[in-house]
């Protein structure tokens, strides 16, 4: 019998890819979704990048559940060996009211964790982010680590940031509470690459909009960024190396400003015209009073935090690609997918 592992937000970007690599490694899947409608989708968004094309039932099931929402959660874990818990709203722009994505990001985790106890299911890996670790004042001397926690009351805090970091800090507290469970985060950067499928997650919009030159300009911001196959691939280590359990791992290849994605893009799809000029600061933070979406960027104008993938290298044995790939890989799925404008 394969161990069977529960996927929160398998519609997800992430999730998707974390679900081949379970499934390709031999683990059955049963991936949570809001809407059941869903299902056939994602096993199609799957299928193609399976060693084995043929996809029974017993290694990729769905069930229905919402994070906001009581039902379902202990059904759905029983019988499960690992939860694996991606889901979390990630939206564009930031809502007027942060407790949209705090209250299922934070009631969320704590529901899975709950059932997760409930059902006798002690080990559990989460997908946090680095926004639960760099927002928040640069530490001395070094880049960001797995040491350091975003601040809540500083200025690029976003409530998306908040709810990364009040879920992560409560996952935590769960385990703390629980000592017979054994929890691994992983804290990805800004994670680009090939979707899977048509349902395009905020980062991959992000690289749309360079793909269609949709900004005359650029502002001058960026992210530590990487592949969304070492993510997934984090997901699996940190299933399969027990000794990671009771730690984070940053998932991060290198920085880049939103100017050299777009560089990038233009240098491997010459035949595009790509806009790569950068935005002077003013020009954003007027732009800024019309936008929401650009509002929330203003804060982290010339921001370059830097965050260390030691760990993961040291005692996951990553390698990873560079970022500049990915961000490429992005830009192709984007035309390919006729999106491009
Ligand atoms: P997606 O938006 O593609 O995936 C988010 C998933 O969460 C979807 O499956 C979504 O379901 C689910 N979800 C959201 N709200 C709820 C809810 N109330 N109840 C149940 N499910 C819900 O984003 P990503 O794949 O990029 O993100 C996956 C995880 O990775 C998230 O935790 C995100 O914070 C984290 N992350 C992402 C990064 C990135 O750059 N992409 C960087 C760092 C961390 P539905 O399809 O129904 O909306």
Same mark, same amino acid.
């Given at each position: 019998m394969p161990q069977t592992v529960l996927l929160t937000g398998v519609t997800g970007f992430i999730a998707r890819h974390i679900a081949v690599k379970l499934i390709n490694a031999g683990y059955a899947v049963r991936g949570t979704l809001r809407d059941p409608a869903r299902a056939e989708e994602v096993r199609d968004a799957i299928r193609p990048e399976l060693l084995k094309e043929d996809l029974p039932e017993q290694r990729l099931s769905f069930v229905t559940l919402d994070l906001a929402r009581d039902?379902?959660?202990? =059904?759905?874990?029983?019988? #499960?060996?690992?939860?694996? !818990? /991606?889901?979390?709203?990630?939206?564009?722009?930031?809502?007027?009211?942060?407790?949209?994505?705090?209250?299922?990001?934070?009631?969320?985790?704590?529901?899975?964790? *709950? @059932? %997760?106890? %409930? @059902?006798?299911?002690?080990?559990?890996?989460? /997908?946090?982010?680095?926004? +639960?670790?760099?927002?928040?004042? %640069?530490? *001395?001397?070094?880049?960001?680590?797995?040491?350091?926690?975003?601040?809540?009351? !500083?200025?690029?805090?976003?409530?998306? $940031?908040?709810?990364? /970091?009040?879920? =992560?800090?409560? +996952?935590?507290?769960? #385990?703390? *509470? $629980?000592? *017979?469970?054994?929890?691994?985060v992983i804290n990805p950067g800004f994670v680009l690459g090939t979707p899977l499928g048509d349902d395009w997650n905020t980062s991959v919009q992000v690289i749309e909009r360079i793909v269609r030159s949709k900004d005359p300009m650029l502002p001058q911001f960026g992210f530590m960024t990487v592949d969304v196959g070492d993510v997934a691939e984090m997901h699996l280590r940190a299933l399969e190396r027990p000794e990671t359990a009771g730690k984070r791992y940053l998932a991060v290849a290198e920085f880049l400003w939103y100017t050299e994605m777009a560089e990038a893009i233009a240098h491997a799809l010459p035949e595009r015209?790509?806009?790569?000029?950068? +935005?002077?600061?003013? #020009?954003?933070?007027?732009? @800024?009073?019309?936008?929401?979406?650009?509002?929330?960027?203003?804060? /982290?104008?010339?921001?370059?935090?830097? +965050?260390? $993938?030691?760990?993961a290298m040291a005692e996951m044995e990553m390698t990873f690609r560079p970022a500049r790939d990915a961000v490429i890989d992005t830009a192709k799925a984007v035309i390919e997918a006729g999106r491009a404008g």
């Amino acid at each position: 019998m394969p161990q069977t592992v529960l996927l929160t937000g398998v519609t997800g970007f992430i999730a998707r890819h974390i679900a081949v690599k379970l499934i390709n490694a031999g683990y059955a899947v049963r991936g949570t979704l809001r809407d059941p409608a869903r299902a056939e989708e994602v096993r199609d968004a799957i299928r193609p990048e399976l060693l084995k094309e043929d996809l029974p039932e017993q290694r990729l099931s769905f069930v229905t559940l919402d994070l906001a929402r009581d039902d379902g959660w202990m =059904e759905a874990l029983m019988g #499960v060996d690992v939860l694996m !818990h /991606t889901a979390s709203p990630f939206p564009l722009a930031q809502p007027g009211d942060e407790e949209e994505l705090i209250r299922p990001a934070v009631d969320g985790t704590r529901r899975a964790l *709950e @059932a %997760a106890r %409930a @059902a006798g299911v002690k080990r559990v890996i989460m /997908t946090s982010s680095t926004a +639960a670790i760099t927002s928040g004042a %640069a530490p *001395e001397g070094r880049p960001f680590d797995e040491r350091d926690w975003s601040d809540l009351d !500083h200025p690029v805090t976003t409530p998306y $940031n908040k709810s990364k /970091t009040l879920a =992560e800090q409560a +996952a935590w507290d769960f #385990v703390t *509470e $629980n000592p *017979e469970m054994e929890l691994t985060v992983i804290n990805p950067g800004f994670v680009l690459g090939t979707p899977l499928g048509d349902d395009w997650n905020t980062s991959v919009q992000v690289i749309e909009r360079i793909v269609r030159s949709k900004d005359p300009m650029l502002p001058q911001f960026g992210f530590m960024t990487v592949d969304v196959g070492d993510v997934a691939e984090m997901h699996l280590r940190a299933l399969e190396r027990p000794e990671t359990a009771g730690k984070r791992y940053l998932a991060v290849a290198e920085f880049l400003w939103y100017t050299e994605m777009a560089e990038a893009i233009a240098h491997a799809l010459p035949e595009r015209k790509i806009t790569t000029r950068r +935005a002077p600061n003013w #020009v954003v933070r007027i732009l @800024a009073l019309l936008d929401p979406s650009v509002r929330q960027i203003v804060p /982290t104008l010339d921001r370059r935090d830097m +965050a260390s $993938n030691e760990r993961a290298m040291a005692e996951m044995e990553m390698t990873f690609r560079p970022a500049r790939d990915a961000v490429i890989d992005t830009a192709k799925a984007v035309i390919e997918a006729g999106r491009a404008g």
